[in-house]
């Protein structure tokens, strides 16, 4: 043994592999952390180090070979890789009623979301959640937003956030200035993220039932041919509600599954979204020109305009114009009526794409989208969404107000510090004045943030105050 451990040509020296044991032990460590946590690692394995006693067999049963007497035994790491996070487990009580996924319901699901039971979501999708900015910050009510795919469903909650904040939060209803909104703590970020969660859910569910979906421990899917295990679908349970109040109770208690980070927040409320309106009406809702809510693009999944309408009315109508289409333009009946828009909703939608170069031909959105119940729009603007509000409540139902009055613009982007108050003039034309004759593309002079609240409000002035105009 003292020969051993003296042999220069050794491949590792004492200190060498007590520094290895070492940092094996290390890994045992922090992989029971992060079991703990809700964390894995992936593609790990790990050998333990060997005995250094001579003739010491590398495996249990012998199958190994001897250990060279010229050399001390030492062990080895094969395929690691980081650690990636998955949602934080969910410890309910039995008595919370919840049923576990079935495999004919996660199938449909990825059907509903993708058009295929083997496509998954990507990583962006995997680490979204609602996060909002500091508390009692220029930005205290306002969630963070990255580009891509999940921006259009983080807007469309901050839209609700928003009419929590400023129309249902105070037993009184009456206006408020922007200064309310920049007392918002952590405890009332939580509160509105829950009440605007479960605003949608209840609409979605027509005002008779709901379902929020969490993460638990257990698996309730086995492998199957005709679907691709993703690790946490197949651990769903599904939690229904009769009476809003107790789902917005319950949402509360478990804001953490929606804003936590590692969560998979924004795709656990899109499965209740889903399961809320039911996979049967879903079906309904879309005609023939849609058959799943998700479309691939530059890479990315983003949401077709029936997701997006199904989190501002609770229907998910492929179209944004009023009521359900029977004729075509030039009169003829159609074979499938085309579904639009059958109601106000308390949230709007606004829509500009500078990209389209025929303008003409731009989705025209309804007056049931464009005229909402309260002065708050979800924005679409190039395809990338955003949100506009008015603090005044009567904004839409006294026409004296939208002579002059202001909008907050808010992007959701990290960048942004603080929503920007636009002035609306809607008796001056003065913009147009000025304008050559070969601009015949207004675009080309005035941003489209501009252009989209031109579609609302026709020939309007617009200032900036002082902020330099974007998008």
């Known amino acids: 043994m003292n020969n051993e451990l003296g042999n220069q040509e050794s491949r590792f020296s004492e200190h060498d592999l007590d520094v290895i044991t070492s940092k094996i032990g290390n890994l045992s460590k922090w992989r029971d952390i992060f079991s703990q946590q809700g964390l894995q690692f992936k593609d790990t394995v790990v050998k333990k180090c060997q005995d250094s006693r001579k003739g010491e067999e590398d495996s249990e049963d012998g199958a190994g070979a001897p250990q060279s007497s010229s050399a001390k035994p030492y062990g080895h790491l094969v395929t690691f890789n980081l650690p990636y996070s998955v949602p934080k487990t969910f410890l309910g009580s039995p008595s919370l009623g919840g049923l576990p996924i079935t495999l004919e319901e996660a199938v449909a699901l990825r059907k509903i979301l993708f058009g295929t039971t083997f496509q998954l979501f990507n990583y962006e999708w995997k680490k979204s959640h609602f996060r909002f900015r500091d508390p009692y910050s220029d930005l205290s009510y306002a969630l963070e937003a990255e580009r891509g795919g999940t921006r259009s469903i983080q807007m469309a909650v901050q839209a609700y956030i928003l009419k929590h904040l400023l129309f249902t939060r105070s037993s009184e209803m009456e206006d408020h200035d922007d200064k309310c909104l920049l007392e918002v703590s952590q405890k009332d970020q939580e509160k509105a993220l829950a009440a605007a969660l479960s605003d949608i859910l209840w609409t979605a569910g027509e005002g008779v039932q709901s379902f929020v979906c969490l993460v638990t421990t257990e698996c309730y899917i086995a492998p199957a041919?005709?679907?691709?295990?993703?690790?946490?679908?197949?651990?769903?349970?599904?939690?229904?509600?009769?009476?809003?109040?107790?789902?917005?109770?319950?949402?509360?208690?478990?804001?953490?599954?929606?804003?936590?980070?590692?969560?998979?927040?924004?795709?656990?409320?899109?499965?209740?979204?889903?399961?809320?309106?039911?996979?049967?009406?879903?079906?309904?809702?879309?005609?023939?020109?849609?058959?799943?809510?998700?479309?691939?693009?530059?890479?990315?999944?983003?949401?077709?305009?029936?997701?997006i309408n199904l989190m501002l009315t609770g229907r998910a109508s492929p179209n944004v114009f009023n009521g359900d289409l029977q004729y075509d333009d030039q009169g003829a009946?159609?074979?499938?009526?085309?579904?639009?828009?059958?109601?106000?909703?308390?949230?709007g939608y606004l829509y500009w794409n500078r990209h389209e170069l025929d303008h003409d031909k731009l989705p025209q959105v309804g007056s049931m989208l464009k005229t909402p119940k309260l002065p708050i729009w979800l924005c679409n603007i190039n395809n990338t969404f955003s949100v506009l509000f008015s603090t005044k409540r009567q904004l839409l139902s006294d026409w004296k107000m939208e002579h002059l009055f202001d909008l907050y613009f808010y992007t959701g982007q990290p960048s942004q510090r603080k929503a920007v108050t636009l002035t609306i003039d809607t008796h001056s034309h003065h913009w147009e004045e000025g304008m050559h004759e070969t601009e015949d593309d207004p675009e080309k002079r005035f941003p489209s943030v501009l252009m989209t609240i031109r579609t609302k409000w026709e020939g309007a002035a617009i200032d900036w105050n002082g902020t330099v105009p974007f998008y």
């Not at 023939?288 to 949401?303: A, D, E």
């Open 225 to 307: 041919v005709n679907y691709k295990i993703d690790s946490y679908t197949e651990r769903l349970q599904l939690f229904n509600f009769t009476d809003k109040a107790k789902l917005q109770q319950f949402v509360t208690e478990q804001i953490h599954c929606f804003k936590g980070e590692g969560s998979h927040g924004v795709i656990l409320f899109l499965y209740s979204l889903l399961f809320s309106r039911t996979l049967e009406k879903l079906h309904k809702d879309m005609d023939h020109t849609t058959s799943h809510l998700l479309q691939l693009s530059l890479g990315n999944f983003t949401c077709r305009q029936a997701l």
């Open 333 to 347: 009946l159609l074979k499938d009526p085309q579904h639009g828009i059958l109601a106000r909703s308390d949230v």
